[in-house]
């Protein structure tokens, strides 16, 4: 595997472990962060986001998600063949993720009676399930999501300051837009968990939701191909 890759599946499996762990910190029963609240998840999905970044972003890019992967390679910023390997190492770097997760609060599952809060450590959900407002919903926080990468791209600034930008833009994203269905914005991050819910023998788990799994798969997709070919046609 090459260092591009690895760098992907690491920098995947990290965004998800502390994404992700934040959200069991709050929801999880008899854990110390019980019900810390939206802007403890927030802030922790926003350093999940940006560590990793300024870890990789010089090895690999630091895409950690097939949204934004697929948006480059449509305006010509990355090239098609290397898609299909990024977005594998992005799935598997969150299916690691979220085992790492389950290991880390592996006593707080059987003491947490919550099937729907257990769920929403792995995956999103809505918070009214209207298939098409999630929908416009998951792409409009996607859209800001790349649109704004592209843009942070076009400015000099000193190395490291670009990544906080985008810690900054995650956090403003969950606060913002996060409200209505948790703001996936990425493919691999809903679905690498969701398929880790799935297999993983959670106590007392419910069902993984598959019938709302299309939404964070592929509205992040439209969003973000949406955003690249906006910013190429004004900018």
Request: with cysteine.
């Amino acid at each position: 595997m090459s260092t591009k890759l690895l760098a992907e599946f690491f920098g995947t499996m990290i965004l998800i472990l502390l994404g992700d762990g934040v959200v069991a910190a709050v929801v999880l029963n008899k854990s110390k962060a019980q019900n810390g609240g939206w802007m403890v998840v927030a802030s922790g999905w926003a350093m999940g986001v940006m560590v990793p970044a300024f870890i990789f972003g010089a090895i690999s890019g630091a895409h950690f998600n097939p949204a934004l992967t697929i948006a480059l390679a449509f305006i010509g910023k990355f090239p098609w063949a290397e898609v299909p390997g990024y977005v594998i190492a992005q799935m598997l770097g969150a299916m690691a993720g979220a085992t790492l997760v389950y290991l880390a609060y592996l006593d707080h599952w059987k003491v947490t009676d919550d099937k729907a809060g257990k769920l929403a450590v792995f995956c999103t959900g809505p918070a009214i399930r209207n298939y098409s407002s999630n929908f416009i919903t998951e792409v409009i926080g996607t859209f800001v999501l790349v649109f704004v990468i592209l843009g942070i791209g076009n400015v000099k600034a000193a190395d490291g300051i670009p990544t906080f930008v985008v810690g900054g833009l995650i956090l403003a994203l969950g606060l913002s837009l996060g409200g209505p269905t948790g703001y996936a914005i990425n493919p691999a991050r809903d679905l690498g968990p969701r398929i880790m819910h799935a297999i993983l023998p959670i106590a007392g788990k419910g069902g993984s939701d598959w019938a709302y799994a299309w939404i964070p798969v592929l509205a992040p997709v439209v969003g973000g191909v949406m955003a690249a070919l906006v910013w190429v046609a004004v900018f």
